[in-house]
């Protein structure tokens, strides 16, 4: 089975939609400013330890990379990482609210 360099082309394109994020939303830093009070009361603390279900270091997150706080996110709402009170929280966000938070927190 022989292929053109077209059918190549072709194929590699449709993998390339296909394994594009679907409507990454673009953040919006100034919008999650209304966004940032269930974030505060824990993120906000230094050396703050949560004590549910375990005790728990929880990290300040001003300044964190917006990639990383927006794939902690979504780990966090699609179940892959097991916080029960952030998992409980990401499930409540939109696409736009974990991308507002993610520019917000990266661009302090």
Known sequence: M????????????????AT??????EGNAKAAEAKISMCIGCHQIP??????????SVPLIKG???????AALNAYKKGERSHPTMR???????DQDIADLAAYYGSK
Not at 47 to 56: H, L, Q
Not at 64 to 70: G, T
């Open 20 to 25: 594009a994020p679907v409507n990454a939303a």
């Open 64 to 70: 964190q990379n917006a990639k990383y706080i927006e």
């Open 2 to 17: 022989t292929f053109s360099i077209k059918s190549f082309f072709c194929l590699s394109a449709l993998f390339l939609a």
């Open 88 to 94: 409980g929280i990401a499930k409540q966000l939109s």
């Open 47 to 56: 050396d703050y330890k949560a004590s549910f279900p375990t005790v728990y």
